[in-house]
């Protein structure tokens, strides 16, 4: 054995003895910290839902009512001509639903419609935040931030009175 790697002897261990290095290990990363350390750029962003899949969604939805209409026609032999007008009709009906149509509420949506979920949580804040009476330009520990800003011009105009004194004694 070289380097004193490994097994002194192979015999009854069931190898052959040879060492190879392990490819799977992972090595440290140097001066890698998995959360940012200064607390402004941890501020809460909301997830903006895509309009794009949002609108491919819907129509994927009319077009599966559609299909549904169609094969059912065709299964019950009605003529061809006849199933391109009930099924245009039905898809010029319901476009016109969805295009009226109000948001869903967030409810009845599963994991995996991410855009559908993004967009009704920005809904349900916007309504929140209507009902509270908060401004859309509120910023989260404005209240603070604005508290030190007064704390700190009454200390600057004491310091101005105390030296203002202390010139004219």
């Known amino acids: 054995m070289s380097s004193n790697v490994g097994l002194t002897t192979p015999r009854g261990s069931g190898t052959s003895g040879y060492v190879q290095r392990n490819l799977s290990h992972l090595r440290p ?15 809460h962003r909301q997830r903006q839902p895509d309009k794009e899949i949002l609108n491919h969604d819907r129509l994927r939805e009319v077009e599966v009512k559609v299909f549904d209409l169609r094969d059912r026609l065709e ?10 007008a009930q099924t245009e009709a039905l898809r010029q009906k319901l476009l016109a639903n ?11 949506l599963k994991p995996h419609q991410v855009h ?8 349900e804040t916007e309504k929140l935040r209507k009902a509270l009476g908060i401004r859309e330009d509120y910023e ?17 105009e004491e310091g101005r009175e105390q030296r203002r004194r202390e010139g004219e004694a």
Not at 75 to 84: L, M, N, Q, R, T
Not at 98 to 108: F, I, L, S, V
Request: proline share 5%.
């Open 29 to 43: 990363r140097d001066n890698f910290s998995p959360y940012p350390k200064d607390l402004d750029s941890i501020k």
């Open 140 to 156: 989260e520990g404005s209240h603070w931030k604005k508290q030190e800003e007064r704390l700190r011009d009454a200390t600057l």
């Open 75 to 84: 299964d019950e032999g009605v003529d061809e001509d006849e199933i391109e």
């Open 98 to 108: 969805t295009n009226n149509n109000k948001p869903t509420a967030g409810r009845g």
């Open 116 to 123: 559908e979920l993004a967009k009704a949580k920005i809904d």
